[in-house]
T-cell receptor
Framework: EAGVAQSPRYKIIEKRQSVAFWCNPISGHATLYWYQQILGQGPKLLIQ????????DSQLPKDRFSAERLKGVDSTLKIQPAKLEDSAVYLC???????????FGPGTRLTVL | AQSVTQPDIHITVSEGASLELRCNYSYGATPYLFWYVQSPGQGLQLLLK??????LVQGIKGFEAEFKRSQSSFNLRKPSVHWSDAAEYFC????????????FGTGTRLKVLA
C-alpha cells in the first residue's frame, strides 16, 4: 500500500514570498490533516478535511495560510506571504475516517530566509 | 483545555536496558491516546494506540504502553532497547468530541548508547 506522498521535500524561500505544498493521501482515506512542526516541538494541527470539506481550521493563520482539497483527494497548503516564523516541517496525514489512526507523510521542510 | 505533557526532553539509555517514556494528559473525558516515533528525516510512525478496553496496549517494535486513568498517564515502555530505537517519541491525545483532532506533546528524544 502506498503511503502519504508529499512534495516538495525541501523548500527555501525569502520572507514575503509565496509557497505551496502538495499532499496525496492514501487511497480511500477520507480524512486529511495538515500539521506544522517547528523545530523542537510536537506537530500542531493546522487544518483537517473530511472529504473536501473543512472540519477544523481553528489554528490556521488565515491571513496568510490557505488550504484546499477540491476533489476530496489531493490537497495543497499555501503560505502567502511567508514570514521567518513559518520555517518548519509541514506534515500531511490521512486516515480512513475521523476516528481511525493517522498515517503521516515524510513532510516538507520549509526554510524562510 | 486538553493538553499533553512529556516531562523528559532527552533520555539516554544503554542498549539492552529497559525504557520508560512518560506521558501525562489533561482531558475531561476518556481520551484516545497514541504514541508515535519519528526518526531523523522520517515521517511520524504510529507505535500503538489506546481507544478503550485493556489498559495495557501492545504495539510494534516491542513497545507497550499502559493507560492509567487515576494518574492521567500513558507511559511507553520497552524491556530491552535496541540501537535502532534512537529517535524522537511523541505522545498524542485525540479529542473525540465535536471535531476530532490530535494534540501532540513536545516529544522525548531518545539516545541509545552502544
Amino acid at each position: 500500500e502506498a503511503g502519504v506522498a508529499q512534495s516538495p521535500r525541501y523548500k527555501i524561500i525569502e520572507k514575503r514570498q509565496s509557497v505551496a505544498f502538495w499532499c496525496n493521501p492514501i487511497s480511500g482515506h477520507a480524512t486529511l490533516y495538515w500539521y506544522q512542526q517547528i523545530l523542537g516541538q510536537g506537530p500542531k494541527l493546522l487544518i483537517q478535511f473530511q472529504n473536501n470539506g473543512v472540519v477544523d481550521d481553528s489554528q490556521l493563520p488565515k491571513d496568510r495560510f490557505s488550504a484546499e482539497r477540491l476533489k476530496g483527494v489531493d490537497s495543497t497548503l499555501k503560505i502567502q506571504p511567508a514570514k521567518l516564523e513559518d520555517s518548519a516541517v509541514y506534515l500531511c496525514a490521512s486516515s480512513l475516517d475521523r476516528v481511525s489512526s493517522e498515517f503521516f507523510g515524510p513532510g516538507t521542510r520549509l526554510t524562510v530566509l | 483545555a486538553q493538553s499533553v505533557t512529556q516531562p523528559d526532553i532527552h533520555i539516554t539509555v544503554s542498549e539492552g536496558a529497559s525504557l520508560e517514556l512518560r506521558c501525562n494528559y489533561s482531558y475531561g473525558a476518556t481520551p484516545y491516546l497514541f504514541w508515535y516515533v519519528q526518526s531523523p528525516g522520517q515521517g511520524l510512525q504510529l507505535l500503538l494506540k489506546y481507544f478503550s478496553g485493556d489498559t495495557l496496549v501492545q504495539g510494534i517494535k516491542g513497545f507497550e504502553a499502559e493507560f492509567k486513568r487515576s494518574q492521567s498517564s500513558f507511559n511507553l515502555r520497552k524491556p530491552s532497547v535496541h540501537w535502532s530505537d534512537a529517535a524522537e517519541y511523541f505522545c498524542a491525545v485525540g479529542e473525540a468530541s465535536g471535531t476530532y483532532k490530535y494534540i501532540f506533546g513536545t516529544g522525548t528524544r531518545l539516545k541509545v548508547l552502544a
